[in-house]
């Protein structure tokens, strides 16, 4: 069940999209997720580890009513190519999915599959998966958020950008620089505060030369671009108050890869939308856009619904 927090502390109802948000106190409900038996929470972060990893379990539910089409921006001087899946009608209003670490475009096909008339949806390999360049890891939520702007399109209204875990950061980025070319963000269990972001010694092992290269790719740029995350997020800090477009935040309540505390984190900080909320989906974890597809497009709809930005 989805639910958007009206009234509760740390994060805004609806008539509070412009006012000021306040702390987050033990008793509020993203504060109290830290509740509940540890071997059931253990669990929890173990499963969505391999998730993430393997993509075992997350399976594709709901029937395609459309087949996406696979094309490719071809590279140009330092800029790689950028592989992409595409569905509804060319010329319609666009909205692009940004997908997480590791991951691909295929991640979106929920998504894609139920492109309404007048849209056009677009879902990107990132740089360095699936079918995109380059063959080395890009960590720089800039170069990435450039990436996706060559593909936001031309047309009389702006894209609307859609970004889950890693890509959540990468769409933040692209409204704080392309601010007239984005019109709405829609954030899927995004990562966003620094300070939650922890190195495990392993993962500077797996980035070490030797090990690396015996890793398969994604897994070992997934694993240079989360270490370079903390900093990448503290740059873009800076940046979050710049960002004018309406943001919505979605966020599964048992998500253990990244915390509910983030969503009040972006509350907090993007003080200069002119529209900012927090839906949160009780009993969901991190990958609402593959088991919960629903849900997304529920989020999305009601964003696009947006006024414009000034």
Same mark, same amino acid.
């Given at each position: 069940?989805?639910?958007?927090?009206?009234?509760?502390?740390?994060?805004?109802?609806?008539?509070?999209?412009?006012g000021?948000?306040?702390?987050?106190?033990?008793?509020?409900?993203?504060?109290?997720?830290?509740?509940?038996?540890?071997?059931?929470?253990?669990?929890?972060?173990?499963?969505?580890?391999?998730?993430?990893?393997?993509?075992?379990?997350?399976?594709?539910?709901?029937?395609?009513?459309?087949?996406?089409?696979?094309?490719?921006?071809?590279?140009?001087?330092a800029?790689?190519?950028?592989?992409?899946?595409?569905?509804?009608?060319p010329?319609?209003?666009?909205?692009?999915?940004?997908?997480?670490?590791?991951?691909?475009?295929?991640?979106?096909?929920?998504?894609?599959?139920?492109?309404?008339?007048?849209?056009?949806?677009?879902?990107?390999?990132?740089?360095?998966?699936?079918?995109?360049?380059?063959?080395?890891?890009? *960590?720089?939520?800039a170069?990435? =958020?450039?990436? !996706?702007?060559? %593909?936001? #399109?031309?047309? /009389?209204?702006? $894209?609307?950008? &859609?970004?889950?875990?890693?890509?959540?950061?990468?769409?933040?980025?692209?409204?704080?620089?392309?601010p007239?070319?984005?019109?709405?963000?829609?954030l899927?269990?995004?990562?966003?505060?620094?300070?939650?972001?922890?190195?495990?010694?392993?993962?500077?092992?797996?980035?070490?030369?030797?090990?690396?290269?015996?890793?398969?790719?994604?897994?070992?740029?997934?694993?240079?671009?989360?270490?370079?995350?903390?900093?990448?997020?503290?740059?873009?800090?800076?940046?979050?108050?710049?960002?004018?477009?309406?943001?919505?935040i979605l966020?599964?309540m048992?998500?253990?890869? *990244?915390?509910?505390?983030?969503? =009040?984190?972006? !509350?907090e900080? %993007?003080? #200069?939308?002119? /529209?900012?909320? $927090?839906?949160? &989906?009780?009993?969901?974890?991190?990958?609402?856009?593959?088991?919960?597809?629903?849900i997304?497009?529920?989020?999305l709809?009601?964003?696009?619904a947006?006024?414009?930005?000034?």
């Amino acid at each position: 069940m989805a639910r958007e927090e009206a009234g509760r502390p740390g994060l805004p109802d609806r008539g509070a999209d412009h006012g000021a948000p306040v702390a987050l106190p033990p008793s509020s409900p993203v504060a109290g997720l830290r509740r509940g038996g540890r071997v059931l929470r253990m669990g929890r972060a173990i499963r969505e580890q391999v998730q993430a990893a393997t993509g075992i379990g997350l399976s594709t539910p709901g029937t395609r009513r459309l087949q996406p089409r696979r094309a490719t921006r071809p590279g140009c001087g330092a800029e790689p190519p950028i592989s992409f899946l595409s569905a509804g009608g060319p010329g319609g209003r666009r909205v692009v999915f940004i997908h997480g670490t590791p991951g691909d475009a295929s991640d979106w096909l929920p998504l894609l599959a139920n492109a309404p008339d007048g849209q056009e949806r677009i879902a990107i390999d990132r740089p360095g998966f699936g079918r995109s360049g380059p063959g080395r890891p890009v *960590v720089s939520l800039a170069e990435q =958020a450039h990436a !996706v702007a060559t %593909l936001l #399109g031309t047309g /009389a209204e702006p $894209a609307v950008v &859609v970004g889950s875990s890693y890509g959540g950061p990468v769409a933040l980025r692209l409204a704080a620089d392309e601010p007239e070319r984005v019109a709405g963000v829609l954030l899927v269990g995004a990562a966003a505060d620094p300070a939650r972001e922890h190195i495990h010694p392993l993962q500077r092992l797996g980035a070490t030369k030797i090990v690396a290269g015996l890793l398969p790719r994604a897994l070992a740029h997934a694993n240079a671009e989360l270490i370079a995350l903390r900093d990448e997020l503290k740059a873009l800090e800076q940046r979050l108050a710049r960002i004018r477009a309406p943001v919505t935040i979605l966020q599964g309540m048992r998500d253990t890869l *990244v915390p509910p505390e983030n969503a =009040a984190y972006l !509350v907090e900080r %993007l003080t #200069g939308s002119i /529209a900012r909320r $927090a839906m949160l &989906v009780e009993n969901a974890g991190h990958f609402l856009h593959i088991l919960r597809p629903e849900i997304v497009e529920t989020a999305l709809e009601r964003l696009l619904a947006e006024p414009q930005t000034p």
